[in-house]
């Protein structure tokens, strides 16, 4: 079990950016994932980066908006979001793939208003 803190959320208006951070309570030798879950909804994928960062993957809905990034050294994996929009607006998680169910932290609310 790998213990997962998300920071870097906040209000921001339409078109603004955010840098998520996922920082890991030790190694994690796994591909990394992002997953939000708005109001009401189910969670759901955003994107995931392998363990040397040599291939990443992204939902339809931000490709060519966020970027997906790690840092071994420090445990940490990022979320870069630009151009974010209304619809963007959810908590977001980070997991490994496969997702392990007792990874799930707290989560960084994200809020992008119009």
């Known amino acids: 079990q790998v213990q997962l803190v998300e920071s870097g959320g906040g209000l921001v208006e339409a078109g603004g950016s955010l840098r998520l951070s996922c920082a890991a309570s030790g190694r994690t030798f796994y591909t990394m994932a992002w997953f939000r879950q708005a109001p009401g909804k189910e969670r759901k994928f955003v994107a995931h980066i392998t363990w040397s960062g040599s291939s990443t993957y992204y939902a339809d809905s931000v490709q060519g908006r966020f970027t997906i990034s790690r840092d071994n050294a420090k445990n940490t994996v990022y979320l870069q979001m630009n151009s974010l929009k209304p619809e963007d607006t959810a908590v977001y998680y980070c997991?490994?793939?496969?997702?392990?169910?007792?990874?799930w932290g707290q989560g960084t609310q994200v809020t992008v208003s119009s």
């Open positions: 997991n490994t793939l496969p997702i392990q169910s007792n990874n």
